[in-house]
């Protein structure tokens, strides 16, 4: 009877620690994944400067227009007009 008892407390423990690491482990992998989407959006990529304005900002945002970086159309739109020959 004894034997029975002590196998049982065993068994508890063992049953108590096995959820602990599962559920520490969840936590871990939820942390990781939205670490893993704030990252993404933090990280905007290469950055570049605008021609006209000489703001940087991440590639995927910019405009490229005849191998030049712009922040926007308005600068964009700027810089083409005063690149043309007058006439």
């Known amino acids: 009877m004894n034997l029975l008892i002590i196998r049982l ?5 063992v049953f108590w ?3 602990k690491l599962y559920r520490m ?3 871990w ?3 990781r994944e939205e670490w893993q989407r704030t990252e993404g959006r933090q990280d905007g990529g290469h950055m570049v400067r605008c ?3 000489q703001v940087h900002l991440p590639e995927d945002e910019a405009l490229r227009e005849q191998g030049q970086w712009f922040c926007g159309t308005p600068h964009r739109d700027k810089y083409l ?3 043309q020959p007058s006439e």
């Open 51 to 53: 021609i006209y304005c």
């Open 29 to 31: 992998k939820l942390e």
């Open 25 to 27: 482990y969840r936590d």
């Open 17 to 19: 620690a096995g959820l």
């Open 81 to 83: 007009a005063e690149q």
């Open 9 to 13: 407390i065993i068994f508890a423990v």
